[in-house]
């Protein structure tokens, strides 16, 4: 049986303090300014989608598995300048992660990763279903296969 689900943006309240800095503060907290070169290329965490050529992204490394187990993790994101923070639907897989070769990793209630698969972005309803079959997966988190950057968690509805 299908478990519906949502995928969680980043609230862009975590970053808003950051967007002013110039890029002497920015570099202090080792982060800076990219602009986007390449489509697709820069998906951002808050808005889930990829940035445009042009437009500017906040590219720093965040803690996005904040727990307290050998599974807390950090790495680089990228935060676009005027993104808003999405809400997607219930079931709602948003485009930028459909055309990504991705992982997909399950943890359970104490953080600990029990269950990660590698699989193309056009196939993550049937990866879903499968690792929330298993009820001692709490939540999933995606990231790029070949960056291995995380993109966002899920979780079910």
């Excluded at 590219?59 to 676009?80: E, K, T």
């Excluded at 056009?122 to 879903?128: F, K």
């Amino acid at each position: 049986m299908a478990v519906d689900f949502r995928c969680k943006a980043l609230p862009k309240t975590l970053f808003q303090p950051l967007l002013t800095l110039n890029d002497e503060e920015l570099a202090l907290r080792q982060a800076q300014w990219i602009t986007v070169d390449a489509e697709p290329g820069y998906p951002c965490r808050v808005s889930l989608t990829d940035a445009k050529v042009g437009e500017r992204v906040l590219a720093l490394s965040f803690v996005y598995h904040d727990v307290v187990s050998p599974y807390r993790a950090a790495g680089p994101i990228f935060v676009r300048e005027y993104a808003e923070t999405v809400e997607p639907d219930v079931n709602e897989i948003p485009t930028m992660l459909r055309h990504r070769l991705l992982s997909v990793r399950g943890y359970n209630a104490n953080g600990i990763m029990i269950v990660a698969q590698v699989v193309q972005g056009s196939d993550l309803e049937t990866v879903i279903a499968g690792q929330f079959d298993d009820s001692v997966v709490e939540y999933l988190q995606f990231h790029n296969a070949h960056p291995g950057c995380f993109n966002c968690s899920v979780y079910r509805c």
